[in-house]
């Protein structure tokens, strides 16, 4: 015993805490194979150093972490001309089409809009200084960001579903189209900054005051969509061309801003302080706010209740696209490395007057479609951009706001979720459905960052209930057969007609028929002509749909207890001596179904399909604990096997174990050291000859013959024909099995009784070992162990009483 164990012991007798080691009621002629069967294999529950060691980081892992905070170093060594060139002449295209000016990102510039309107409204001191909000509202924004995406929890992103993402481009489109109609009709006479319903009601009373700005804004807003209708219906017409007619397209806005520029020039040269219709004006040269941003606490109390949605805003804007285009260009993000990026410029944008930024689907689009090979186009655009902040701001000034409104609500309305879209997830899920609507509604009638946090609500709701009101699903036991044309595949007494010859070699390797589990009443879809019951009289298949956690663990086995009970009858009905000792909540069964209680099976064994339950925790176990002890006072004098398949988490084993499942439970009859240990062996090492296939395929006919004759029922035990059906039926299809999957070259699996069919090492040289411990004999690999183990030991138990009650 090492020292740390010696440790652990010494704590838990100072403490009184009793150490359980299921194992020691485990012995070897019980569930462990003879020396000459197979090699013994315990296996070990995980330990806590272990879940310790899995969460402490390596060196590896240290410079693995290092080196992802500059992804640069993986690609920058072989960087070439080719992809200069590309990244050259893809960021020109797109800076033309950016109309030399950095463009923020529509949504995050409006909610920034609106927290800095906000802020002065309850702090007028800064309505000379707008910009310090902003930049103080980047700042904290990157240092939040940067810090999650530092510690690598970039999986926070998960939690925002997609619906929430369409709800939200959706609604901030309609909000920022909205809010630029006025400028765009030249309306005047109230706010285009209020609630978006608002702003579309006060537009449309306010219409008789709309201008010749409607004019430039109008034209330019059909001529935009003119140019875009015929640019896609030329690439269909011409395929040939279509690269080149999609930069014409991308080109449509440049091309209408430069052309009402120059009509605003030539109708307002002479018009400096009486200009036909509203211009941009001066722009600034340079950076004229640049400076150390101030950070205190007044400035931060402006918009700390508003924090949150900026920063989710920042999140699912970059993150949406990222992923986007990683998966149409076979990239994987790694979303913390992406939350660094954010963080890092919005923590440095404010030093030269910037507030916060993330990316952009639009511009994001036309570089992947101009052909930037790298992420060195960046640097490229920033330059181009530092160039014409200098160079060309005077450009600019004859801009008018009508038509640069029309490009804005031009470049939003590709935001809008389309139709086609929606029905996919009405197809989907119509719930979803109806969550994004209400996300929408919610921006229209109050803000985007309230429509944001009801969107999410929603779905994680949604989740929850889903969670918190699942149950599993009873399954049936059928056979299959897979065909081939019309042939059989596994049995080759019969050729494929119409599909040439059959190779022999593949008809061996896979048995002609197979175990398949279905749910009992259809509900996955399949064929209701199926007669799917319950495989042995007494014996259930519970699968459990979701997760088994304590969200989850009442409503799942409320619903397991519910449909046993009604389909089963209590061992003994009249166990009661007096009718008033039967509990209020057991008044046993009704005058006349006394009968219809008669022909229900009783309870024999449960069998519970782990493979969708990936961890446990301390409730949904317990409340196992607690249907457990149920079903033995509901089976009392008996007691219930409960056989646990698919379990892929040693730690879950480790659980169940621990509320003692995974071995046979004590029994009031002293059956407990006489359960039939099935487990199942994989075949390894030694020859491949037919001689030794053959060998083993003997050896598993006379271990399947004698299970099915220790298993039949003798006369008068009360067993129905059907079950002895099916043993029969168990005992033939699974001797064809093994005999053909033992032709495998390979390895081969089969359920081997530990008793009754041992399994020697042939002259072939191979040898059998046990997949999993022998000190878990009610853990099975799959649901067809399970079965057969659970029906082995209910016939073995109704074998002894059958003969303890036969006349001497």
């Known amino acids: 015993m090492s020292l740390r164990t010696k440790v652990g012991h010494g704590l838990a007798k100072a403490l009184g805490i009793t150490l359980e080691n299921p194992d020691d009621d485990v012995t070897r002629g019980e569930s462990v194979f003879s020396v000459e069967t197979a090699n013994t294999f315990i296996e070990q529950p995980p ?29 920058l060594p072989f960087y070439n001309v080719q992809w200069l060139l590309g990244d050259l002449v893809a960021d ?15 949504v995050m510039s409006t909610l920034v809009g609106n927290i800095v309107t906000a802020a002065i409204a309850d702090y007028p001191q800064y309505k000379d200084t707008p910009w310090v909000v ?77 201008t010749v700005d409607a004019a430039m804004g109008l034209t330019a807003l059909f001529v935009l969509y003119a140019i875009r209708m015929a640019c896609t219906w030329a690439a269909k017409r011409y395929p040939s061309r279509q690269k080149l007619f999609f930069f014409m397209s991308t080109l449509r806005t440049v091309f209408v801003i430069l052309l009402y520029t120059f009509i605003s020039f030539l109708v307002n040269r002479t ?93 994001t689009a036309v570089k992947s479609k101009a052909g930037v090979r790298t992420p060195f186009a960046g640097v490229i655009t920033g330059l181009v951009v530092l160039l014409a902040i200098y160079a060309l701001p005077a450009v600019f000034y004859y801009i008018p706001n009508a038509s640069l409104a029309a490009v804005i609500i031009h470049a939003v309305g590709d935001l809008i979720t389309p139709p086609q879209t929606l029905y996919k997830f ?118 459990f749909s979701e997760t088994f956690n304590y969200p989850s663990a009442s409503s799942t086995l409320d619903y397991l207890s519910s449909y046993i009970f009604a389909n089963t009858r209590r061992t003994h009905a009249g166990s009661y001596a007096r009718p008033g000792d039967r509990p209020w909540n057991d008044p046993g069964p009704r005058k006349g179904k006394e009968e219809d209680d008669a022909a229900k099976p ?52 480790r659980a169940l174990v621990s509320a003692g499942f995974g071995y046979p439970a004590e029994r009031p009859d002293g059956l407990h050291h006489r359960w039939q ?20 395929e003997q050896n598993e006919k006379e271990g399947r013959a004698s299970i099915a004759l220790s298993s039949r029922p003798k006369s008068g035990q009360a067993a129905t024909a059907d079950a002895l059906d099916i043993e029969r039926s168990e005992a033939s299809s699974e001797t064809d099995n093994t005999s053909a999957t033992a032709k495998d070259k390979d390895s081969h699996n089969v359920n081997i009784n530990a008793q009754k069919s041992p ?36 016939r073995a138990r109704e074998e002894h009483h059958s003969g303890a009650n036969r006349p001497a």
């Open 47 to 75: 330990t806590t150093a272990e879940w310790l060691a899995s969460g402490t980081p390596s060196t590896d892992d240290v410079v693995d972490y290092i080196k992802s905070l500059f992804p640069f170093i993986s690609w």
């Open 92 to 106: 020109d295209s797109c800076s033309y089409i950016a109309n030399l000016v950095l463009q923020p990102v529509a």
């Open 134 to 210: 902003a930049s103080c509202l980047s700042v904290i924004c990157g240092c939040i960001v940067l810090f999650i995406g530092l510690i690598r929890c970039g999986w926070i992103v998960e939690l925002i579903p997609l619906v929430s993402l369409a709800a939200f481009m959706t609604g901030s489109a309609i909000s920022i189209a909205a809010g630029q109609v006025p400028a765009m009709l030249g309306c005047t006479g109230f706010s285009s900054k209020g609630a978006t319903y608002l702003v579309i009601i006060n537009t449309l009373k306010h219409l008789y005051t709309a």
């Open 271 to 363: 018009r400096r302080s009486n200009h036909a219709f509203a211009i941009l004006g001066d722009v600034p040269r340079g950076f004229q706010h640049a400076a150390v941003p101030t950070v205190n606490g007044e400035i931060i109390n402006t918009f700390v209740s508003q924090l949150p949605a900026a920063v989710i805003v920042l999140l699912i804007e970059h993150i949406a696209i990222s992923k986007s285009f990683g998966r149409v260009n076979n990239y994987v993000i790694n979303p913390s490395q992406e939350m660094v990026a954010i963080g890092v410029t919005n923590i440095l944008g404010p030093f030269l007057g910037g507030y916060p930024a993330t990316g952009s689907f639009s511009r």
């Open 426 to 543: 009405w197809r989907v899920n119509p719930i979803e459905v109806v969550i994004f609507f209400i996300g929408v509604i919610v921006i229209i009638f109050t803000s985007i960052e309230d429509g944001i946090y009801v969107t999410i609500c929603l779905s994680f709701a949604v989740y929850m209930y889903r969670i918190l009101r699942s149950t599993g699903t009873f399954l049936g036991r059928i056979r299959v057969h897979s065909v081939l044309g019309d042939h059989v595949v596994g049995d080759d007494t019969r050729p494929i007609g119409g599909y040439g010859t059959f190779d022999q070699s593949d008809a061996s390797s896979s048995p002609p028929t197979r175990n398949i589990f279905l749910p009992v009443d259809h509900a996955d879809g399949s064929n209701p002509e199926l007669d799917i019951s319950s495989p042995y009289p007494g014996i259930f298949i519970y699968r």
């Open 602 to 653: 009783t309870l024999k064994a449960i069998i519970l399909d782990f493979s969708s339950v990936n961890n446990v925790d301390v409730t949904s176990v317990q409340q196992l604990i607690d249907v457990r002890n149920q079903m033995d006072r509901y089976t009392a004098p008996d007691v219930v096997d409960w056989h646990v398949a698919c379990i892929a988490n040693r730690w879950t084993k």
């Open 677 to 696: 240990s099935l487990f199942s062996v994989a075949e390894i090492g030694g020859s491949t000859s037919a001689a030794a296939a053959a060998e083993h």
């Open 759 to 794: 399994v020697r090492t042939g002259e072939s040289g191979k040898k059998h070992v046990v997949v999993h411990g022998l000190n878990r004999p009610l853990f099975h690999i799959d649901l067809t162990g399970a079965l057969q183990s659970a029906i082995a030991n209910v």
